[in-house]
């Protein structure tokens, strides 16, 4: 019996462990991009991998002019994320809407990924849900 219990309450750990995973593939906020987040060592990133306007879309508002004509497939807009307790935090979010990098953090609330992005004491935080 005490085996039974046992092997339940792994089964029931693994299950929740995967379920807190923030690893795969995500629809952004207002559905217009898709990015794919996966760990690299010990730090979580995440490229775009489907854009609603299409794969040819440029990066022209990047600060940067030598980068304004790559292509925004493949880039990545999470970088440097480390966990701490239940949040990823100390990475950056890259908008490609306005060219700007901002500190962020992200986290699950339910079967939903909150997507933080802070300027100061300023911060918006976005919606996005597992593809």
């Not at 750990?13 to 690893?23: C, R």
């Not at 987040?37 to 991998?49: A, C, R, T, V």
Request: charged content about 30%; some cysteine.
């Amino acid at each position: 019996m005490k085996k039974v219990i046992m092997l339940l309450m792994l089964v029931v750990m693994s299950v929740a462990g995967y379920a807190q995973d923030v690893i795969g593939k995500w629809v952004t906020e207002g559905g217009e991009s898709q990015v794919e987040i996966y760990k690299s060592g010990d730090k979580l990133n995440g490229k775009i991998i489907w854009l609603k306007k299409g794969d040819g879309q440029l990066d022209v508002h990047n600060p940067d002019k030598k980068l304004q004509s790559r292509k925004l497939m493949g880039v990545n807009i999470l970088t440097g994320l480390s966990k701490k307790k239940d949040k990823w935090e100390g990475g950056r979010v890259y908008n490609p809407k306005n060219g700007k990098t901002y500190k962020c953090a992200i986290w699950l609330e339910g079967n939903k990924l909150k997507v933080r992005g802070y300027l100061a004491m300023f911060y918006e935080t976005q919606t996005w849900t597992r593809k």
